[in-house]
């Protein structure tokens, strides 16, 4: 598929997504989020990809947030559909893919940029990006799931601080937050994103995708996360998987998951 906004490649199991907008620092846009969503879609479908790696182009930005230009004049309906349609197409799909997502926080993540780096699995960030949800210094909230998931990872105090005040924090900060896990140069991000994704990928991709189930349902309204993790853990008694890693455990050699 051709995207104009975004690029899209995959190279021994990983297919690393880029959105490519550095001279509005990959704002988000209508058309980025619809082309986001197809790469993603068509990503958790390809037998070929195994972890996914979002990160920015350029050296600046990893996404500056959802477009401005686009919602300035909107009516409340307007803004409730911008924000329930975007969640749905593209925040919420990642959060729920069942394979791996790796955000590569390359500079800026502001509001909707940081709210889709929160919706990856987890988060790697180099030493000059910084990090904030800006949306009341403009009179808006964050619509993109930020007031949900920032509180989740680093704590409703800090979230509180963060919103209210509109500020940025840096990479470090971000670290001892727990909003990243690590933080490398900027030249050594995509290479350390990859040697993750390198050991993600020696383990069964049936087991991840039922711990990313397991995981998520922890934050899910009306759902009980112990009894999906006791369902999903049954489950993988019936794979290939499980009979492929214990044997290779029990034969003391390295197991060769099939992946079902
Ligand atoms: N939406 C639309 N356009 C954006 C954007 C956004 N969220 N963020 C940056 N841009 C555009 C700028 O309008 C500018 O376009 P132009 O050259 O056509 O005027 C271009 O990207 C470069 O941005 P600029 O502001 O000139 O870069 P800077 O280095 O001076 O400042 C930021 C960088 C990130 C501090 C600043 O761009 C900013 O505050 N962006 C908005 C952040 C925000 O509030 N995000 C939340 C949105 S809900």
């Known amino acids: 598929m051709k995207f104009q906004n975004i690029l899209s490649e995959t190279d021994n199991g990983i297919t690393t997504i880029t959105i490519n907008r550095p001279s509005k620092l990959n704002a988000l846009n209508r058309e980025t989020i619809q082309e986001l969503h197809d790469a993603f879609e068509i990503a958790e479908n390809s037998p070929k990809t195994k972890v996914i790696i979002l990160t920015g182009s350029g050296e600046k930005a990893f996404v500056a947030g959802a477009d401005i ?71 808006v909230i964050p619509g993109y799931g930020g007031t949900q998931r920032l509180p989740q990872l680093v704590g409703k105090g800090r979230a509180m601080e963060m919103i209210m005040t509109a500020g940025m924090i840096d990479a470090n900060q971000a670290l001892q937050y727990g909003l990243v896990n690590h933080v490398t ?49 049954g489950n993988c008694f019936g794979t290939e998987d499980f009979k492929e890693g214990t044997q290779a455990f029990l034969q003391k050699r390295k197991a060769e998951f099939p992946g079902d």
Do not use: C, Y
């Open 185 to 233: 140069t900027p030249e050594e991000l995509l290479d350390f994103a990859e040697k993750l994704a390198g050991k993600i990928m020696r383990n069964s991709s049936v087991a991840i995708a039922s711990a990313i189930r397991a995981i998520n349902a922890n934050f899910e309204d009306g759902e009980n996360g112990f009894q999906v993790e006791i369902e999903k853990f």
């Open 69 to 139: 230009s686009e919602f300035a004049d909107f009516s409340i309906e307007e803004g409730s559909k911008l924000a329930a349609k975007g969640q749905e197409l593209l925040f919420d799909f990642v959060a729920n893919l069942s394979k791996p997502v790796i955000a590569a926080v390359n500079g800026f993540a502001l509001g909707g940029g940081l709210e889709l780096a929160m919706a990856a699995h987890f988060r790697i960030a180099s030493d000059n990006a910084k990090m904030g949800l800006p949306e009341v210094s403009l009179g």
